[in-house]
């Protein structure tokens, strides 16, 4: 089994700048996606940013391109999700994710182990 454990969330004011990371642990994990997703209250999971493990990534729609950039470290079997320029609207639990599969997948039931979430609040 892997487990997966966030960190970096918090409350920011708008416009300021959070860094979440999730690190792997448990059974061997490589050559699969790490990515992110987000879940605000009322709302449905929605996709963030994938990177597969040779760093090739995808993002969500517009709302995060530009602002959010994912990267991942290998050796440390942990990815990032620097995120800039915050909003209000930007206001969720950030769930990392993991697939052992090598495509970047944006749908949350093609990932295979999911952290406990982080809660992220910008406030305006």
């Known amino acids: 089994q892997v487990q997966l454990v966030e960190s970096g969330g918090g409350l920011v004011q708008a416009g300021g700048s959070l860094r979440l990371s999730c690190a792997a642990s448990?059974?061997?994990?490589?050559?699969?996606?790490m990515g992110w997703f987000r879940q605000a209250p009322g709302k449905e999971r929605e996709f963030v940013a994938a990177?597969?493990?040779?760093?090739?990534?995808?993002y969500g729609g517009d709302s995060v391109k530009g602002r959010f950039t994912i990267s991942r470290d290998n050796a440390k079997n942990t990815v990032y999700l620097q995120m800039n320029s915050l909003k209000p609207e930007d206001t969720a639990i950030y769930y990392c994710?993991?697939?052992?599969?090598?495509?970047?997948?944006?749908?949350?039931?093609?990932?295979?182990?999911w952290g406990q979430g982080t809660q992220v609040t910008v406030s305006s």
């Open positions: 990177m597969t493990y040779n760093y090739f990534n995808t």
């Open positions: 448990g059974r061997t994990f490589s050559g699969g996606v």
């Open positions: 994710a993991a697939s052992r599969a090598s495509k970047l997948y944006t749908e949350p039931g093609s990932y295979d182990y």
